[in-house]
C-alpha cells in the first residue's frame, strides 16, 4: 500500500471540490470529528430578574425561581430537539460523504452537495448508529467497571488504619494509571475499528453486525498497513492541531473585536448588560464556530478519504484473496 500517495491523493480531493468543502462544514458544525455545541440563555422581565449596575459594580441579580421553571423547561425541550436534530444531521452528512468520496472515486461522479446530502437521508445510516450504540453501550459499561475495581482500594481507608490506607491509596493511584493505559489503546483501537466497519456499513451496504465483523477482519489481516496509516493520521492530525492554533488566537482576536467590542460600547452606552450579552453572545458563537468549523470541515474530508482509499484497496485485495477460494470451493 502506497500510504504516502493515498495521503496525496486526499490532500488534492480536498482542495480541489468546493461541494466536499461545504459537506466538510455542515459536518463539522453539527458535531463531525468530536465537535459540540454551546447553548447559552438569557431570560427574564422587569419584575422577576433585574439588576442595579453602577459602573464597576457587580450587577445585583434577584430572581423567584419558580417563575423560570417553565422557560428553563422548555429551554430543556429546545436543547433535546437540538442535539437529536444535529445528531440525525451529523450521521447522515458523515455517510453522505463517505458515499460521494467512494462514488466520485469509482465512477468518476462529481460530488455535490444536494447529492451528498441524498446518499446520507438512506435507512443504511442507520447503521452507523447502531454500531455505535452496539460498540459504545458495553465499551462504556466496561470502563467504568474496571474503575470501580480500580478505585476499590480506596476502601482501604475505611479500616482507619494508617498503613492500610496508605497502601490502598497506593494501589489505587497504581491502577488508575494502568485503567488510563488501557482506555488509551483501546480507544486508539477502536477509533481505527470504526474507520473500516462504519464504510462496510454504508459504502458496501451491509448490516450493522457484519459491518463490524467484516471490518475487524480487514484490520486484523492488514495489521501493519493499518497501524502505518493510523500512526501517519495521528502525526497529521497533531501537527493539524498546532496549525490550528494561531488561527485560533486571530479568530479569538475578531471575535473580541466583533462582539465585544460593540457589546462594551453598548454597555457603556446604556448601562444595560443584557443588552451587550444580547449582543455578544450570539455574534461571538457565529464569528468563532463558523471558521472554526470550516477548517474542521476541510480535515474531516481529507480524513475521510484517506480512509475511504485505505477500506477500498484493503478490501478489494480480501476480495481478490478470497476469488480463488470459492472458485476452488465450486470444483
Not at 71 to 88: D, E, N, P, S
Not at 102 to 130: C, I, K, N, Y
Not at 264 to 282: K, N
Amino acid at each position: 500500500m502506497d500510504h504516502i500517495g493515498i495521503l496525496k491523493h486526499a490532500f488534492h480531493t480536498t482542495l480541489r471540490h468546493r461541494a466536499l468543502w461545504i459537506l466538510g462544514f455542515l459536518w463539522a458544525l453539527v458535531g463531525g470529528g468530536g465537535g459540540g455545541f454551546g447553548n447559552f440563555g438569557n431570560f427574564g422581565n422587569g419584575d422577576n430578574f433585574r439588576y442595579e449596575m453602577g459602573r464597576g459594580d457587580f450587577p445585583d441579580i434577584r430572581w423567584q425561581p419558580e417563575e423560570f421553571l417553565p422557560l428553563l423547561l422548555l429551554g430543556g425541550c429546545l436543547l433535546l430537539i437540538l442535539v437529536v436534530a444535529a445528531t440525525l444531521a451529523r450521521y447522515v452528512l458523515q455517510a453522505g460523504v463517505y458515499r460521494t468520496l467512494d462514488q466520485m472515486e469509482g465512477a468518476g461522479v462529481a460530488p455535490g452537495v444536494r447529492s451528498g446530502w441524498r446518499q446520507g437521508w438512506h435507512r443504511r445510516t442507520w447503521r452507523l448508529f447502531l454500531q455505535d450504540l452496539i460498540v459504545g453501550i458495553p465499551l462504556v459499561f466496561g470502563i467504568l467497571l474496571l474503575l470501580a475495581l480500580a478505585a476499590s482500594p480506596l476502601l482501604l481507608l475505611t479500616t482507619g488504619n494508617d498503613a492500610a490506607g496508605v497502601i490502598g491509596v497506593v494501589t489505587a493511584i497504581g491502577l488508575f494509571l494502568g485503567w488510563l493505559l488501557l482506555v488509551v489503546i483501546v480507544s486508539a483501537l477502536i477509533s481505527a475499528l470504526q474507520q473500516f466497519w462504519w464504510r462496510a456499513a454504508v459504502i458496501d451496504d451491509v448490516d450493522a453486525l457484519t459491518a463490524i465483523g467484516q471490518g475487524w477482519r480487514l484490520v486484523r489481516d492488514n495489521l501493519s498497513a493499518v497501524a502505518i496509516m493510523w500512526l501517519l493520521m495521528l502525526g497529521i492530525g497533531l501537527l493539524f492541531v498546532i496549525l490550528l492554533i494561531p488561527v485560533l488566537l486571530i479568530v479569538v482576536m475578531i471575535t473580541a473585536l466583533v462582539a465585544g467590542g460593540p457589546g462594551y460600547l453598548i454597555y457603556e452606552a446604556t448601562g444595560s448588560l443584557a443588552g451587550a450579552l444580547l449582543w455578544g453572545i450570539p455574534v461571538g458563537l457565529v464569528v468563532l464556530i463558523l471558521p472554526l468549523s470550516f477548517v474542521n470541515g476541510l480535515y474531516l474530508i481529507f480524513q475521510s478519504s484517506v480512509w475511504n482509499q485505505v477500506y477500498t484497496q484493503l478490501a478489494a485485495r480480501a476480495a481478490a484473496l478470497a476469488a480463488p477460494v470459492e472458485e476452488d470451493d465450486r470444483r
